[in-house]
């Protein structure tokens, strides 16, 4: 047997190979360099001698674990690409998140816009960084309906994944018109809500305004009866949660003081928050902590759901009780976005009343303004009317042809005379009447506005769960 062996197998090394099975050996093969021509297999007696006399040598692994570059790398003189998809494939478990912007476009916008050309690859970054997101995002502006404005109602970008494209959307925008005090809010959304969503993302709508949309308050309102083209803010909003879509509204106060009532029954429609900004430098932080918060409590989803069928019989209170009881006990915490204690974007009741109408026309009956919407210019201010004056009207009329005169270089022409003209040409609008408010572009930041947002990781809490369970109820199943 020992000089069979030894004419089969003329090399130690070749012994020793004999102790691996057929199988390991293919696979070892496979996994390291392309296959060999087979070996002539010895006899059974001959191999078993052999596995006998050779020492036992380890199998090695079938498939064995890929050299990776360390993260971040690229290949020598190749640039990164500024890709959300880069960023988040470097992230195992990635959350998908669809994010649009709906922005005012008017004249009273150009400090966010500014701040949003700025910080938007910020937002995405951290958004990336923190939460493992693979993210798109999506921009749609508006300004109003002609005659109160002549260059357009909406533009829309569509979901993108490059941060350097979204930049590009951002920097193609300018502040510019508007006419009367209220603008095409209801017309942004409706662009937003038709755009092509991931059916298992995280949807946000990012509304940020100054202005109400048309039909709430009939002060210095061209279209006293709503949207020309007959959508209605309420109707909307309960379409974009019905698809899943969570609005967050970022006021630019005191411009929208009077109106964030209105605001926040939209976003409670939906599910979202309403975020109160004094200043254009919040925007970043605002944005970022309600898009956490939002990713973080769509996780939660599927046991929220869990929950809730075990408390159908209960009440909406009673079922936000049960479930936060519930999932506290089990530990679970959720991202939670804070101000700096400045400020309260907590429900009013009128929100609350709203929130529950049918349409424009029956919230409007609960509407009260939540405040004068603005307070006396500082010294020195540049200062426009955001609301037109109807020919005469007394020293508020002349007051507002006076402001828009000195804001001429920025509008082309004074907005009071514009919309003289243009509102008595067109039958679906009205005379505007005598401004009640004024927007101050250069007032210092509000005192009763955040400075700053942060997030904080907690106890999921009631109010959260009450959104979750809103939510859960206006989806498609």
Not at 89 to 106: E, G, N
Not at 350 to 359: H, I, L, Q, W, Y
């Amino acid at each position: 047997q020992r000089r069979l062996f030894r004419r089969s197998f003329p090399s130690n090394q070749q012994a020793s190979m004999s102790s691996f099975s057929t199988s390991e050996a293919a696979a070892t093969s496979d996994a390291v360099h392309p296959a060999a021509p087979e070996a002539v297999a010895a006899p059974a007696a001959v191999a078993d001698s052999a596995a006998a006399a050779a020492p036992a040598v380890p199998a090695a692994p079938a498939n064995p674990p890929e050299e990776r570059a360390p993260a971040g790398a690229s290949p020598q003189g190749k640039q990164e690409e500024t890709s959300v998809a880069a960023l988040g494939s470097k992230f195992s478990q990635t959350a998908l998140l669809d994010m649009v912007f709906v922005m005012d476009a008017t004249g009273s916008m150009g400090s966010y816009i500014a701040s949003a050309q700025q910080t938007i690859k910020d937002i995405v970054q951290e958004i990336v960084s923190t939460e493992k997101a693979d993210v798109r995002f999506a921009l749609v502006s508006y300004r109003d309906h002609p005659p109160q404005e002549s260059s357009y109602v909406t533009t829309v970008n569509e979901f993108t994944k490059s941060t350097k494209t979204m930049r590009q959307n951002l920097d193609a925008l300018s502040a510019q018109g508007g006419g009367d005090g209220p603008e095409a809010v209801v017309d942004g959304l409706h662009q937003a809500r038709k755009l092509d969503y991931r059916s298992d993302a995280t949807k946000v709508c990012i509304l940020i305004a100054d202005a109400p949309p048309h039909g709430l308050d009939p002060s210095g309102d061209g279209f006293p009866n709503g949207c020309p083209c007959g959508l209605d803010p309420l109707t909307v909003c309960r379409q974009m949660a019905e698809d899943g879509i969570t609005l967050y509204c970022i006021g630019c106060e005191p411009a929208l003081t009077r109106y964030k009532s209105f605001f926040m029954a939209m976003c409670a429609i939906t599910g979202g928050q309403y975020c109160p900004m004094g200043s254009a430098s919040v925007l970043s932080s605002a944005v970022v902590s309600g898009v956490r918060e939002e990713i973080s409590l769509e996780r939660c989803m599927g046991d929220i759901r869990a929950e809730l069928a075990k408390a159908a019989d209960m009440d909406e209170v009673g079922q936000a009780r049960y479930v936060q009881a519930e999932m506290s006990k089990r530990g679970v915490k959720t991202r939670q976005m804070r101000s700096d204690g400045a400020g309260s974007s907590a429900m009013t009741a009128d929100a609350v009343t709203m929130s529950k109408a049918a349409t424009l026309d029956e919230a409007r009956k609960h509407f009260t303004p939540t405040a004068a919407a603005y307070g006396a210019p500082p010294a020195g201010s540049a200062m426009r009317a955001k609301a037109c004056a109807a020919p005469g009207g007394g020293f508020l009329a002349s007051l507002s042809r006076s402001v828009g005169r000195k804001m001429s270089s920025m509008r082309g022409k004074t907005e009071a005379s514009r919309c003289e003209a243009e509102c008595m040409d067109d039958t679906r609008a009205v005379p505007c009447a005598a401004p009640a408010a004024m927007m101050y572009a250069s007032a210092p930041e509000p005192a009763g506005t955040p400075s700053a947002y942060n997030v904080v990781e907690d106890s999921i809490s009631m109010e959260q769960c009450s959104r979750m369970i809103s939510k859960s109820k206006m989806r498609k199943a």
